[in-house]
């Protein structure tokens, strides 16, 4: 059994415990905590040893507790049938859920991810135990056009569990962004399987900066912003992992059942670009320059161009404030 997992359990208050009483607690060696210590480093963390006084962690943690978030997803969980997995560290939680046969209804999470990706491909900086890296299969009888907008119906999902956390004046940017006022607060991820016209396999993909140790902060080559930072007290990742996993939840259910429209209605409410004037990038690298009205049906950018209104698909352009 690895040590891994218990040993971060002990050290993650962040107070020195010394390896005698680590190995008591633990019924290992002494020389079996140190060697456990040493794996720590690949997590990015930074162990203080100090003789007379043991070891502990540069800054306390709050890992996640697959426990609590299930008690705290109550009939949620029970109704929806959700089987919950939580890893320590992974390439992905999206992609270890795709790897599986058994997607409908999992949820994956994870402390630490060795390769997080964003929109486009991009690298998404996944330090351990501080942000929030969740994904939930879902098996749909509804084809991939019926879809079409489930990333945008899971950003109001995600904004509905901040708002009830009581976190304010956090935004949407199209397709797929979720922003503060300083900057990009996290991303949503949308991978699916099926064939044309018949039912759809889906991962939604959620990415939240909770607290962004600075170390990794030096590392981000574009305005961002934390939970922290936007949040008037501490926030939990438990808490916020049951708060989005319940609405992602409904989320699924709504639109198994053809409700997907609601939630493009409401995503309106979060634009952080409604009614401005913004650069589009296309992915032949030209841009264009419009005034932004929201959306359609389909989840498709409406854009303003010389009086006339022309619609951009999901996944071909870049939205930039202008």
Known sequence: MSLLRPLLEQLA?????????????????????WKTLQQFEAL?????????????????????????????????????????????????????????????????????????????GRAWLSPFAANLYLSLGWHFSLDAA??????????????????????????LKWPNDIVAASGKLGGILIEMRGETGGPSQVVI?????????????????????????????????NALAVAVLSELIRVCQTCEQGGITVYLEDWQDYDVHAGKQVDLLLPDERRITGISRGIDSQGALLLELAGKVQRFNCGEVSLRSR
């Open 13 to 33: 208050d962040g107070r020195f415990h010394s390896g005698e009483e680590l190995g008591q607690q633990l019924g290992v060696t002494r020389s079996a905590v």
């Open 146 to 171: 019926s879809l079409s907008g489930l990333s945008l119906a899971a950003g109001v999902a995600v904004m509905r569990a901040l708002e009830g956390l009581g976190i304010p004046s956090v935004q």
């Open 44 to 120: 990015g963390l930074d162990v203080h040893a100090v003789q007379g006084k043991g070891y502990r962690l540069s800054e306390a943690l709050d890992l996640l507790c697959i426990e609590t978030i299930l008690a705290g997803l109550h009939g949620v969980a029970q109704e929806a049938g959700i089987k919950l997995d939580l890893q320590l560290e992974l390439d992905s939680t999206n992609a270890w859920l795709m790897q599986r046969t058994d997607w409908h209804a999992r949820a994956c999470l994870a402390e630490y991810q060795h390769a997080g990706r964003g929109r486009r």
């Open 205 to 237: 993909g959620v990415g939240l900066n909770v607290r962004m140790p600075g170390a990794a902060a030096a590392h981000i080559d574009q305005p961002w912003s934390d939970l922290q930072q936007c949040a008037d007290s501490r926030v939990s990742r």
